[in-house]
């Protein structure tokens, strides 16, 4: 069985960086047919895909356009995980934020989701 | 922000069959890229409820069933039970945006 669990501080100050991981247990981080997903939910904006990994040959990386630059999303094959980081974070930024498995068995679903961390950007 | 439009609610009692529209365009769901449903029970994360337009993962009931045609897709809901209070997102691909984008969200409520 397949299990996201996620860590990382729950209050970040105005432009600084923050900085999530999500554990991965049940599957691999350089599996050859998943991808690793990273979506925030707030209630101004709803649920908003943020970015992605996944290994095929060598690792690929997608963002949305929305967050520019300020997105980097990085595994570690060592601790079979992976971390995001958003630089310049504003109080706009404050959501929930999600890990998810987009699985070998359906192109851009995703069936497994970490628990979720409350962010809150405020000094 | 969201791509995919969905009724902010929808009600019935139990036992009737309620549907949630999920419209979106010729960029992701009429692309066509499949479209995927979500469960989600306030504080917790969103859960697959139907995935590739009409496919259950293992322990969601026949109860629920989706479709989808030219740039939208519905998900209905027969036998309605106090347990399906919850809200419903939609999900695609959008190749525009090179993103998944999500629907607004509809909350079940039953009567």
């Known amino acids: 069985q397949v299990q996201l669990q996620q860590s990382g501080p729950g209050l970040v100050k105005p432009s600084q960086t923050l900085s999530l991981t999500c554990v991965i247990s049940?599957?691999?981080?350089?599996?050859?047919?998943?991808?690793w997903n990273w979506i925030r939910q707030s209630p101004s904006r709803g649920l908003e895909w943020l970015g992605r990994?996944?290994?095929?040959?060598?690792?690929?990386?997608d963002y949305a356009v929305s967050l520019g630059s300020r997105i980097g999303i990085n595994p570690d094959t060592s601790k079979n995980q992976f971390s995001l980081q958003l630089n310049s974070v504003t109080p706009e930024d404050t959501a929930v934020y999600y890990c998810?498995?987009?699985?070998?068995?359906?192109?851009?679903?995703?069936?497994?989701w970490g628990q979720g961390t409350t962010v809150t950007v405020s000094s | 922000q969201s791509v995919l439009t969905q009724p902010p609610s929808v009600s019935g009692a139990p036992g009737q069959r309620v549907t949630i529209s999920c419209t979106g365009s010729?960029?992701?769901?009429?692309?066509?890229?499949?479209v995927h449903w979500y469960l989600q029970l306030p504080g917790t994360a969103p859960k697959l409820l139907i995935y590739?337009?009409?496919n259950r993962p293992s322990g969601v009931p026949d109860r629920f069933s989706g479709s989808r045609s030219g740039t939208s897709a519905s998900l209905a809901i027969t036998g309605l039970q106090a347990d399906d209070e919850a809200d419903y997102y939609c999900?695609?691909?959008?190749?525009?945006?090179?993103?998944?984008?999500f629907g607004t969200g509809t909350k079940v409520t039953v009567l």
């Open positions: 990994t996944y290994y095929r040959s060598r690792w690929y990386y």
């Open positions: 010729s960029s992701n769901i009429g692309a066509p890229y499949d």
């Open positions: 999900q695609s691909y959008d190749f525009s945006l090179n993103a998944y984008v």
């Open positions: 049940g599957d691999s981080v350089s599996s050859n047919s998943a991808a």
């Open positions: 998810a498995r987009d699985p070998p068995y359906c192109l851009s679903c995703l069936d497994v």
């Open positions: 590739v337009n009409n």
